[in-house]
């Protein structure tokens, strides 16, 4: 009986505006590197095939490149696969799979599932592959539904898989749509003998549906947001005629797959400053991880808010991208800043009249806290070093 790796969601040529180039390259190229890892695991498991299930490409306008380089690492992949048209890189006027760099460029493993016909993987026997291909990216029905309406049951000794793309209404009965796959369909023609496994993509978490174990999502080998449920992954999937159907997801990437963390932080002095320092250094693979920050609470003092600004000026390097966004912070001067870089004469006076303002609210209180920043960061960038006689005063 077969053994097979599912996947989907490839997206291959996607970007992310976040990216600096340096890191938008990386992302762009593990992408690809994710193809040979593939490839790895299914020699490693004794794969037969390997069925991606829909927008292998991001769309269907990526750079010739892409196609050219998604291609090269396809063909070493020492099995066939099988690739279904998704919403991304649907089978429409401009479809990347009838493009001439795909077609010249095409291995002799790969199969494109354009067709709602049975294909015999090379190299296997008594099983066959049945594709549900997007063909525009805004199908009017459920295209399982109208895959399944055509199927009988396969022959005693037969496998059949289907492979298709989009959402499955369980997984969002309120927002009832006409291309979503109908859950129940599907289980019944499992039980009936129509099908042995349907093969899902579109979600990019790892996913099991209904009763039968065998309708899964495979979630996509490179997460491409926190919201996903263990990216970074592909199922092995083992079908006996008359069982449950065996999956063990695997993983791609190791403790060096993508990662995509919201991380909300309160902060209200130096020690939860720190905490947030103890968790940037604490991430492993750095480089490969994308942290959106959220950070609420008041500190008080700009030494806190100075410390702060470094340590996220030192991590952004570090990270693939580390942003703060929805920042509720407030940051809240007080006459002890002055104190540590000695104000003194106008400058001190200065500070004072702007203290008055800071404690009160409105837009003129945020400009005075931002102008007392500012001379605190000046006044701290002059005083002398340690052992320096020079005056310190401003």
Request: net charge negative; proline share 6%.
């Amino acid at each position: 009986m077969p053994r097979f790796i599912h996947s989907s969601d490839w997206q291959l040529g996607m970007s992310r505006y976040y990216l600096s180039p340096e890191a938008e390259a990386r992302f762009t190229q593990d992408r690809i590197d994710a193809i040979d890892r593939i490839g790895a695991l299914a020699k490693e498991h004794a794969a037969e095939f390997v069925v991606v299930a829909g927008d292998v490409f991001e769309s269907n306008h990526v750079k010739p490149q892409t196609i050219k380089r998604a291609l090269d690492a396809i063909a070493r992949v020492p099995v066939p696969v099988l690739l279904l048209p998704g919403n991304h890189d649907a089978l429409d006027a401009a479809s990347v799979y009838q493009s001439h760099t795909f077609l010249n460029r095409k291995p002799e493993n790969v199969i494109v599932l354009e067709q709602e016909q049975g294909v015999e993987p090379p190299g296997t026997s008594h099983v066959e592959i049945v594709g549900a291909p997007w063909r525009s990216k805004q199908p009017g029905a459920d295209l399982v539904a109208r895959l399944l309406e055509k199927l009988n049951g396969p022959a005693a000794d037969w496998t059949r898989i289907v492979v298709a793309h989009g959402r499955v209404d369980a997984l969002a009965p309120e927002h009832e749509q006409p291309a979503q796959i109908r859950l129940q369909g599907v289980e019944e023609a499992i039980q009936g003998g129509r099908l042995h496994y349907l093969a899902l993509g579109d979600r990019h978490s790892v996913t099991s549906l209904g009763e039968t174990g065998a309708v899964w999502y495979s979630g996509t080998p490179i997460a491409t947001a926190s919201r996903e449920l263990d990216p970074g992954s592909v199922l092995l999937v083992d079908l006996e005629l008359g069982s449950r159907p065996v999956v063990c997801p695997l993983s791609v990437w190791g403790d060096a797959a993508w990662r995509f963390l919201d991380e909300s932080r309160e902060l209200t002095g130096e020690p939860d400053v720190e905490e947030l320092a103890e968790f940037l250094e604490g991430q492993p693979h750095k480089e490969r991880i994308v942290v959106r920050l959220t950070l609420t609470g008041a500190l008080t003092g700009l030494a806190s808010s100075t410390r702060l600004e470094d340590l996220l000026a030192e991590y952004h390097d570090h990270y693939a991208s580390l942003r703060c966004e929805q920042s509720e912070l407030m940051v809240l001067p007080g006459e002890l800043d002055a104190d540590e870089v000695q104000l003194s004469g106008y400058a001190r006076a200065a500070w004072d009249d702007l203290l008055e303002i800071a404690a009160g609210a409105g837009a003129d209180a945020i400009k005075s806290r931002d102008a007392m920043s500012l001379l605190y960061q000046l006044a701290l960038a002059k005083q002398p070093e340690a052992g320096d006689s020079r005056a310190a005063a401003v």
